[in-house]
């Protein structure tokens, strides 16, 4: 939403003050598959987010507010909660990029109870990739986000001998679930948008969500730059 944490506080503190409606392009929360996962998921212990693109020009910022902001704050609405602690590492690489705008971040979310969320945002891909694991006790959950697909995997057998006493075989069950909340992510913003216009309670409700994660953000890009 700007260039430090600091403005970002000042941008969500003018429009408080100015009784402004506002509202931050985090655009995954709209989703459908990122609103379904939200609504099944029930005991994550590690989400393990992966953002990957092939190198775009016209991008001249670095990677962590461009594509890990967005992880960092579903990663935060599957924990329903902030982290403890963040570590990072970033990567300089490519040729065309301005010397201060890292091309790759990994980086890691500690929750409390031991819980581990891991991020990896890239502009070095060859392909498009946005992914959210979520791993439980009893439960594998993936979500491809460019499909908005859910799979879940749920093992339901230790593991047992098969007939020739030699080689070992599981069983897992694969749940397909209906994805709920259907719409186009953006027309679905815009409509949320439109709700804050007809309800001031809505507004500070939204208010309170932008800055959790570009503190997060900020945390992990300043702790990759020691």
């Not at 969500?12 to 609504?39: H, K, Q, S, W």
């Not at 697909?149 to 599981?170: C, K, V």
Request: with cysteine; net charge negative.
């Amino acid at each position: 939403m700007a260039d430090t944490y600091e403005h970002c506080v000042d941008v969500v503190e003018r429009a408080e003050a100015a009784g402004v409606p506002l509202m931050c392009g985090l655009l995954e929360r709209f989703n459908p598959a990122v609103r379904t996962v939200n609504d099944i998921v029930e005991g994550p212990v590690h989400v393990a987010a992966i953002r990957n693109s092939p190198y775009v020009e016209r991008i001249r910022t670095g990677v962590a507010s461009d594509l890990l902001i967005h992880d960092v704050d579903m990663v935060m609405r599957l924990f329903r909660a902030e982290p403890v602690s963040v570590a990072a590492q970033m990567s300089f690489v490519h040729p065309r990029s301005e010397p201060t705008s890292e091309d790759l971040i990994d980086a890691s979310l500690r929750f409390d109870g031991g819980r581990i969320g891991t991020l990896n945002a890239s502009r070095l891909s060859q392909r498009k990739v946005r992914l959210i694991t979520v791993t439980e006790l009893e439960r594998l959950i993936e979500v491809d986000l460019l499909r908005q697909d859910i799979t879940i995997y749920r093992n339901i057998d230790a593991l047992s001998p098969i007939d020739d006493g030699r080689s070992y075989r599981q069983q897992t069950i694969i749940e397909i679930p209906v994805i709920r909340h259907i719409g186009e992510p953006l027309a679905l913003q815009w409509a949320r948008f439109l709700d804050l216009l007809d309800d001031a309670g809505l507004v500070a409700e939204e208010a309170a969500t932008v800055l959790p994660p570009h503190r997060v953000m900020f945390e992990a890009r300043d702790a990759a730059n020691g």
